[in-house]
Each structure stands twice: as structure tokens, then as C-alpha cells.
């Protein structure tokens, strides 16, 4: 286990130091010349580990602990002399100045500091040696036939293997669940149909049973088919190290009438966020799926928040323990259900959609070896997605999976469920290549099921370096794929997808998390503490730290003292009691503050120290500005500064040549001389008219831009032609341009019309609902590569489908009509191509498809009003949409009565019934009716 960790820490140094020697920089020469001969060795090092013992001798163990440390050590040594060469570190430029004296105190710096690099080289160099003996005396040997791994290349254009996607993305497409859904969905609606008192009365069911059999899953499969029909619902996590203030924060986030309800300053204390949740549920027909139970502390705590209302309310609660789930079910309604591990036929349903996509696409020759395969893996779903995805990896031949069969049989040979999980987990770990184990270990810094979006995930890991350079590609592409990657393996699940299929976030199993903290922790790659107490950390050198939710006044200080000078990664998760100083992290390459909201502006007067930092977040914190020491963070890649007070960036920000990714508010006003960070890829978020009409011309020479946010917000006082016209010049100068998107106030959005040429390389384009257009724009035809369009319009009229029709990449068009349209809407044949999925947004939804129109569409989305529909007429017919799977449809019902509601859903219904495809239908109406007769039989939910 250890040469494979070891692997995650050696692959990036090795692969940062050839990269070094490559460079033809003269700067470098210097560099070059001491790294070399580390390099050789460590190489001859590294070629070792694949045959090395396993860590249970004692000796080999020391071993491979001084290697990794030495490793570590080395690359501190090369970030050094980055910085020093490169000219980056602040501290050793020459000083300015023409006299003699000044000429000579900076030749002697520069001495002084070659001096010690030198020391520390020839140190650097003993230890080198000295763990080079120490492999000969425990006599590790190299296997010269031995291949490097055949994964250490990974694809770089790696996108999620529509499998997976067809496991994750539809919930009830997950095989082997749909029995036990079903079971829990008439459990839930029991009673419903009586009249008394005691069956309108709340009732919860508790999913009981051990990690990994499923139970989120299930969870999440009967809250999305029946969660439609309820008042409210909500779903949260509460995990075994529950915070309770931010469970009750997150329920009431979700329940909320208002949204301007929630207690942004946090002064809400347990009992003020109890009774807020309280009033939001009282009235309601409410809906809760609570996640992971670990303690009877927890529920006695949240069921404070949840009142005993006679709505037919439900309650649905997940954990691996059976007290927990008797505590849940007090009331002799309420239902303890003990989910059971996979039938070997549903096993085989799983297994092979993972594979092949399909339940019965296994070959006849791999037939035998699978099912045992799937017998060791004893119906656990996490289990069987793990291996099935690993094989997935590797060719569909008999001798292979014998070879991982065999693997999994010593693994699971007498041991408990938790140790075949892990031994099946590590199976997977060893097989990834080293760039990916450093990615998969990194995730240990995020607390448990947190949700982890996947931009900020692919910064962070291009900040630390894992991303290995591709010619041609960028880094956040690679990133990216790296992402997919680990999903396609089912290291991580995804758990939101985009338009394109590609997921935007993901979440880690509580499993496969333990099973990551374990290996960082013991490999002294990242600790996390929230998860373990300081005592039990014996490391003295901490290069990653995450602090999450813990008492950080008691433990905080203490840590840092020893490892400040080392560390390389700091996030902190929560507030912290004391906030240390930035002047010993030198070699700080991301500092995660988001969130911290007791982090103010004195805690950045020495934030020029950190002359490494590639990736700052301080999102959501008290932070209105930044010192003029920011200039010293040359390597500075990623700076987040949305949420906070900082109104205005400094002149000399743009000098900061490196920095790719900002992400900042509206209200910040960019400084002249913007145009110079030709590194910029995304700006998000940027104010046409608070910014000097000098910045908005400057925007077009970023000429490296893929994704551009703006905001929108014109004044009707001023003559904004002019800015206008210098804007729209500037979109079209930026060439590379992919992603453009619209936020701003309820205006017309009338810059795009002095947008005369199209941008061609766009594939994403969307405006938010405050925003519209009058028109959709001629040149919206002419982009090849436009793929995404989500837009409001003054009116939706059919020429506006006559212009996109014909688009050859859409796969994703979202109308919203501002005014009832005065046209009957028709689809026409042979248009919207590749079209994947489809919404309109208007009160009037007269819509019609002709055949052969929008042939691949699988999702169909339409909100109306039911008056309107009324009033203009209501017909709905979808039988030409021949690959539909998803019919959502959202009703306005307010000032209609229960008998117009029931006629346009029983329309709808009929609609969806006698499509040949029979799509999942989801009907959700909203609004006051004009009375209440009636209301009970219209609003009864349908399942």
C-alpha cells in the first residue's frame, strides 16, 4: 500500500523536475545544474517501489517514510529555487538604485543566498545517498521486466462515460433499486386514503443497514418520484460528525417561504433556527429526507425543528444504526425498514449496465468469472460499481478478470464487510495512475459529504501542481478530464450534470472518504482534523492541513508552529477561534478561507509572504480590500473574491501575470491595464457600466478568455450607446471566447444588438431571469459551435425557432416568453437536429410538434398558467418526440379552481400515457386556487 501512496507523492516532484530541465530558459541554467543528479537518483528510486515489500516489515517502513519525506523536502528545495531564479520572491531582487553600493549590496545577497541553496543541496544530496544504501541493505531489486504501469498516461480528453451517467444522473434508472423503492413508496403513502386524524399524522421510515448497501440511493429515488407532490421538501446531511447549527441552517435554507429569512450574520442561535424552521413547516405538507443518523443526539436535537401537523407529512431518515432508526420510529406508524444487500440477479443488473450499459450484454466466456466476482462482492452496490468499474478500465478478456477476481479473493478471505470494502478499494486506488492518486488522496481535505464543485476542486489541484502539462490543452481542460476520470472509475459520485452530460460536482462516499483520510493521513499527505483528534497525528512536518469545524482556538496554534514553514496547503472549513500569521508559509500554494467569517483585513498585512500562493479563496468573508503586498504573489493562478467587500482592485493587480481564473461581485471596479493579463481564461463577475469605458475596451484583448460573466444594469437616465458599441467590440475581439453569460437587473439586454458578427467560437450562452432580450439576435445562426442557450425573450415568436432550428451543435435550449405569445408555436420537421433537451418558459404553451421535429430530445420541460391556457385554448400532444424519457411540467394554478387544475393535469397525464416511450412524468403545480373546494382531491399526490 505504501509504494502506491508513495507514487502519489513522487510522480508530480519527478514530473515538475523534468519539466525543469527541459525548460530552456536561460534563468534556469543555474536550476538545472543542482537538480539533475537528484533527479537521476530519485528516478533509480522510484523503479523500486512497484516490487517493494509490503509495509508490514518494520524496516522497509522506516524506509519508505524517510523517502517520502525526503521527496517532500526536495520539493520545497525546487519551489525555491523557482522563486529565486525566476525573480519572483520579493526578498531576493536586486535593490534599486544606480550607486555603487547599492550594485554591491545586491551582488552580496545574491552570494549569501546561493551559499545556503548550495548547503542545502549538498544536505539534500547526503540524504539522497543515504536512503539509496539503505535500499541495498534491505535488499529491494528491480524487476527489469517489469513495465511501468500502463496507466500512468491517462487520456487527457476524458469525458464521464455515459454509463455512469446513466447510473447517476436518473435515479430510478439505478438497477436493483427499483423493488425496494417501490416497497417505501406505498409504506409512505399508507393511510393517505383514510379520513382519520391519527393517518394524517406525521410518519417517519428509517432506512437501516450497514455502509455501502445503498441507502442514500434509495433515499434520494423516493424523494425525487414522490417530492413534487408535497408543500415542501428538503434533504440533508447530517453525518456521524454533525454540526448542528449548519444542519438546522441548511433544513431552514431549504424550507424557507422567504428566502430573505436566513440568518446571513450568523446570530441565530439552535433555538431561533428551531422556531424558524418551526413556523416555515407548521402549515405545510412537508417532505425531509435526513441523511446519515449516526447518534440519537442528533435526531433528539433536529425533531425539535419538525412539527407533529396533521398534513400527511413524511419523514425519511437514513443510518447504519439500529437505535438511531428505533428512535426515529417512535410512533406505531412510523416504519424501521432494513435495507438488504442485491439479489445475485439484480447484482448482475448492476454490474453489467456499468460495463456494457446494458443488464444483459455480458459475453458468454465472462459470464462464469463475473457472477464469482459478484459473489465476493455479496450484494454490496458500492462493492460491485467499484470492481465493475475497474474492469471497465481494462480489456474484456478472460485473463484479466481472472487476475482481478483472484485479487478481490485474497483481499475478502476472512474478513468483515468494512475490510472487503476497503481491500476492494485499494484494488481500484493501486491501478490509477500517479497524477490521479494525488488528485484522489487531495479529497481528504473536504469534509464529509460536502459537495465538492468541480471548478473549485480542478483549481486547487492545478494549484498544487498534480496537473501534468499537456502541449495544446490548458490546464482546467485537463483538470477536468481528470475529474471525469475519477468518476468513470467510481472513486467519486457525481451529483449534479450539465447540459453537456459532463458533472459539476461530485460527492464522496462516506466510505471511500474514511478509506482516503486513512491513506493521507498515514502518508502524511494531507490531514484533516474535524475527522481525528491533534494527539493521534504523529507526523511533525504537516504539508496539508483542513480544519473542519473544530475547536480551532484550542488546536490551531500548536499545529502551525511546527509545520508552518512546510506546508503547502491550508483550508479551513468554518470560522476560526485565532487566525494565525501569514509571514512563515512560504511555500503556501493554496489558502481555501471560504466562509471564515471571522477573517478580517488585518489578517492579510503579510499576505506578500506567500510568495508561492497559486490559489486564494476568501468567498464570503469580511474582507473590503487587499494590501498593495499582493503584488508579491507572482505564481497567483486563482483569486476568488466574490462575497466580500472589496469594491475595487488596485492598479498594480495587473501585474500579476499568472492569475487565470478571477472570480469577484458586480459591484468591483477592475483597474486600467486590464488588457495586459493576456493568462486571464475566466472573469466572472464583470460590470459593463461601473468600469471606466477605458477597462471595457481593454476586455477585448484578453485574448486568452473562455468564459466571461457579466453584469447587466443600465441606467435610464444615461445615453449608453457609447459603451454599448465599445463593449460589443470587445466580445468580438476575444476569439477564444466559449462561455458568456448575463446577470443584471429586469432590463432588456440591448448591447447585443450592436454585436454586428458573430462570436464564433461560443458553445454556452445564457442570460438570467432578470434579463431579456427584445430579440434573439441574426447572428446566433452563425455560431457552429453553440451547444447550450438559455434565454428570456420580450416574445417568443416562431421565427425566433426558425433561427436556432438549424444550429448544428444545440443540444440545450431553454425559452422563456416575457408576454403571452400571440403565435401558435410549432416545432417544425427536420429541425433541432441534435437537440437533447428542450424547455419553455410561457404562460400560454400552445405548442406544437411536427414529425420528424426535434428527433433526439429526452427531456421536455414546460411551465404555463392555467388561466391562460384557459383563456387562448389548451392543447398538448408529444407523440412526435420519439426518444422522450423526462416530461417536466410546471403548472401555475394561481386563481384557477380545482376543476380547471384537475382538466390540465389529466390533460398532461393523457399526453404522457399514450406517448409510445411512456416518459417519466413529473407534474408540479404551485399557487392559490380561488377556493378551497375541491382542493384536497386536486392537490392528492400522484405516484
Known sequence: MADSALSAVMGPLLSKMQIMVENESAQLREVKRRITSLQAELEAIRQFLPKAPEVDDPQTKVWMTELRELSYDIEDYVDKLMVNYAGSNPGFKPRRGKGLMARTRSLLNRARTNRRIDRELEELKGRVSQVSKQRDRLRLRADPAAAPPASDKIDGGASVDPRIQALFAE????????????????LLKEEEEESSESAARLKVVSIVGFGGLGKTTLAKQVFGAIGPQFDCQACVSVTQSYNTRGILTELL???????????????????????????????????????????????????????????????????????????????????????????????????????????????PDLVEVSDNILKKCAGVPLAIITIASLLATKGHTKEQWLKVGDSVGISFAGSTTLENMRHTLY??????????????LYLSVFPEDHVITRDRLVMRWIAEGFIVEEPGRNPKELGESYFNELINRSMIQPVHFGYDGQPEDCRVHDLVRDFIVSMSTEENFAISLGDQEPAS???????????????EKQHFPDLVSQSQSHMRSLTVFGSLGSIPSLQNFSLLRVLDLEDCQNLGNQHFKEIGSLWQLRYLNIRHTRISELPDEILALKFLETLDLRGTGVLELQANVVQLHKLAFLLCDNRLRLPEGIGSMKTLHLVSQFDVLRNKIAVVEELGNLSNLTELVIWWSPSVDSDNIGIYERFASSLYRLNKLQSLTI?????????LDHLYHPIQ???????????????????????????????????????????????????????????????????????????????????WANLTFEPESMPKVERLFLAFNVLAAEKY????????????????????????????????????KNAADNHPNSPILSILTLGNLVNNEGRDEANKPVY
Open 537 to 551: 497525528i504523529s507526523h511533525n512536518r504537516i504539508r496539508r492541513l483542513a480544519l473542519n469545524n473544530i475547536n
Open 743 to 751: 446577470h443584471g437587473t429586469d432590463s432588456s439586454v440591448d448591447l
Open 873 to 908: 385554448g389548451f392543447s398538448i400532444s408529444i407523440e412526435n418526440l420519439k426518444y422522450l424519457k423526462k416530461f417536466d411540467v410546471r403548472i401555475n394554478s394561481e386563481g384557477a379552481n380545482a376543476s380547471q387544475v384537475k382538466a390540465v393535469e389529466d390533460a398532461i
Open 253 to 363: 435554507r431549504q424550507v424557507q417561504i422567504q428566502e430573505d429569512t436566513i440568518d446571513e450574520e450568523g446570530k441565530w442561535d439552535e433555538r431561533d433556527l428551531v422556531n424558524k424552521i418551526r413556523e416555515s413547516l407548521q402549515n405545510r405538507r412537508y417532505l425531509l429526507v435526513l441523511d446519515d443518523i449516526w447518534s440519537l443526539e442528533s435526531w433528539e436535537i433536529i425533531k425539535l425543528a419538525l412539527p407533529m401537523n396533521s398534513l400527511c407529512s413524511r419523514i425519511i431518515t437514513t443510518t447504519r444504526v439500529q437505535r438511531v432508526a428505533q428512535s426515529c420510529c417512535s410512533h406505531w406508524n412510523d416504519v424501521i425498514y432494513e435495507i438488504r444487500p442485491l439479489s445475485m440477479h439484480d447484482s448482475r443488473r448492476l454490474f453489467n449496465t456499468r460495463i456494457y450499459g446494458s443488464e444483459d450484454s455480458c459475453p
Open 171 to 186: 435515479a430510478s434508472r439505478f438497477e436493483g433499486m427499483d423493488g425496494p423503492r417501490d416497497e417505501l413508496i406505498d
Open 761 to 843: 467560437e461560443l458553445k454556452k450562452f445564457k442570460i438570467n431571469k432578470d434579463c431579456y432580450l427584445r430579440r434573439i439576435p441574426k447572428w446566433f445562426r452563425s455560431l457552429p459551435n453553440l451547444s447550450y442557450v438559455c434565454i428570456d425573450v420580450k416574445e417568443v415568436k416562431n421565427k425566433d425557432l426558425q433561427l436556432l432550428l438549424s444550429l448544428p451543435s444545440l443540444i440545450h435550449l431553454s425559452l422563456t416568453s416575457r408576454v403571452v405569445p400571440t403565435e401558435h408555436l410549432a416545432i417544425r420537421s427536420n429541425g433541432f437536429l441534435v437537440l437533447r433537451e428542450f424547455h419553455l418558459h410561457s404562460d
Open 427 to 440: 484494488l481500484s486506488y493501486s491501478d490509477l495512475p500517479y497524477h490521479l492518486r494525488s488528485c484522489f
